[in-house]
């Protein structure tokens, strides 16, 4: 099985920073790799696939980078908006997520 | 609009058995596969089971095969998870989605539904 792990577990931060949570594989998924957006008592939203590709509708201060085993979703700049929890994704054989990034409101 | 309702949640005992349904609208249903994806209270998301378009190949995740079965009927746009031997572990808010690329059997999953949640508890 593949195991995903994100860090950091939680991020402080202020509005306006640039923010990078990194997503680490235990073996290669090339880039078939996904990012999303949880807010509380909602289902996640999709942000990012194939490592790097924007998904239709979302800002484009999200972006991904990374290929292989390491990845990374960046925020360029935070907004109220932004304060959530951000879980990565593998797709490369079955589907299995990191334990998810809180950032929260420093 | 696409939309995914899932319904049948509830408490129930452990070793009881439990059906999730849910109802996709506002897309060719039988064109894609789909997921059901669960979060424990406080907890990160888990993949559970997987179908493809037609309903022919289906996938779980150790932790439910033998008791969990996913199906679909694509006459009436509807998905289906039937849990069987419940249990405390399996308190969660249960999920469907929707494939990204459709018939395309490993992908991120584009819309979800609001979450139905089953609670395993005696």
């Known amino acids: 099985d593949i195991q995903m792990t994100q860090s950091p577990s939680t991020l402080s931060a202020s509005v306006g920073d640039r923010v990078t949570i990194t997503c680490r594989a235990s073996?290669?998924?090339?880039?078939?790799l996904a990012w999303y957006q949880q807010k509380p008592g909602k289902a996640p939203k999709l942000l990012i696939y194939?490592?790097?590709s924007l998904e239709s509708g979302v800002p484009s201060r999200f972006s991904g980078s990374g290929s292989g085993t390491e990845f990374t979703l960046t925020i360029s700049s935070l907004q109220p908006d932004d304060f959530a929890t951000y879980h990565c994704?593998?797709?490369?054989?079955?589907?299995?997520f990191g334990q998810g990034t809180r950032v929260e409101i420093k | 609009e696409v939309q995914l309702v899932e319904s049948g949640g509830g408490l129930v005992q452990p070793g009881e058995s439990l059906r999730l349904s849910c109802a996709a609208s506002?897309?060719?249903?039988?064109?894609?596969?789909m997921s059901w994806v669960r979060q424990a209270p406080g907890k990160g998301l888990e993949w559970v089971s997987a179908?493809?378009?037609?309903?022919?190949?289906?996938n779980y995740a150790d932790s439910v095969k033998g008791r969990f079965t996913i199906s679909r009927d694509n006459s009436n746009s509807a998905l289906y998870l039937q849990m069987n031997s419940l249990r405390a572990e399996d308190t969660a808010v249960y999920y469907c989605?929707?494939?990204?690329?459709?018939?395309?059997?490993?992908?991120?999953?584009?819309?979800w539904g609001q979450g139905t949640l089953v609670t395993v508890s005696s």
């Open positions: 179908i493809n378009d037609i309903g022919g190949s289906t």
């Open positions: 994704q593998q797709y490369n054989t079955y589907w299995t």
């Open positions: 506002g897309f060719t249903f039988s064109s894609y596969a």
């Open positions: 073996q290669s998924i090339p880039k078939w």
């Open positions: 194939r490592a790097s």
């Open positions: 989605a929707r494939d990204r690329e459709g018939s395309s059997w490993y992908a991120p999953f584009d819309y």
